[in-house]
Nanobody
Framework: QVQLVESGGGLVQAGDSLTLSCAAS????????MGWFRQAPGKEREFVAR????????DYADSVKGRFTITRDNAKNTVFLQMNSLKAEDTAVYYC?????????????????WGQGTQVTVSS
C-alpha cells in the first residue's frame, strides 16, 4: 500500500508563499492521480488541486486558480503544491490524496489514500 507524508506547512503572512510536498512510499505514484485537499476548522475537506498521470492534465478550485500550482516529480515519488499570494482564507490543514484508479475528479471520495496533513496558517 502507498503511504503519503505531507510537509512544508507553517505560519506565514498574507501575500507570502509556501510550497507543500507530499512524499510517497510503498508504491510508485506515476500511475495515479494525485490531489491536494484542505480542511478548515468546522468545514468539510474541500478540493484544492489535482494532477493526473500526465502532468499536463491539472485542475484547480476557483478559489486558488492563478495562485496555486500543482506539480509532480515521479522520479522522486513526490507531489508539490506551490502556493503564492496566500490569503487568510487559505488557512487550513492541507492533505494530499491518491486515486489509485487514476480518475480525474474533484470528488474526495475517489481518493483512497491520504496523508496525515500539514497545517497552513496565514495571518492577515
Amino acid at each position: 500500500q502507498v503511504q503519503l507524508v505531507e510537509s512544508g506547512g507553517g505560519l506565514v503572512q498574507a501575500g507570502d508563499s509556501l510550497t507543500l510536498s507530499c512524499a510517497a512510499s510503498g508504491r510508485t505514484l506515476s500511475d495515479y492521480t494525485m490531489g491536494w485537499f484542505r480542511q478548515a476548522p468546522g468545514k468539510e475537506r474541500e478540493f484544492v488541486a489535482r494532477i493526473a498521470r500526465s502532468s499536463v492534465n491539472t485542475d484547480y478550485a476557483d478559489s486558488v486558480k492563478g495562485r496555486f500550482t500543482i506539480t509532480r516529480d515521479n522520479a522522486k515519488n513526490t507531489v508539490f503544491l506551490q502556493m503564492n499570494s496566500l490569503k487568510a482564507e487559505d488557512t487550513a490543514v492541507y492533505y494530499c490524496g491518491v486515486d489509485t484508479l487514476a480518475r480525474t475528479s474533484r470528488n474526495r471520495d475517489y481518493y483512497n489514500r491520504w496523508g496525515q496533513g500539514t497545517q497552513v496558517t496565514v495571518s492577515s
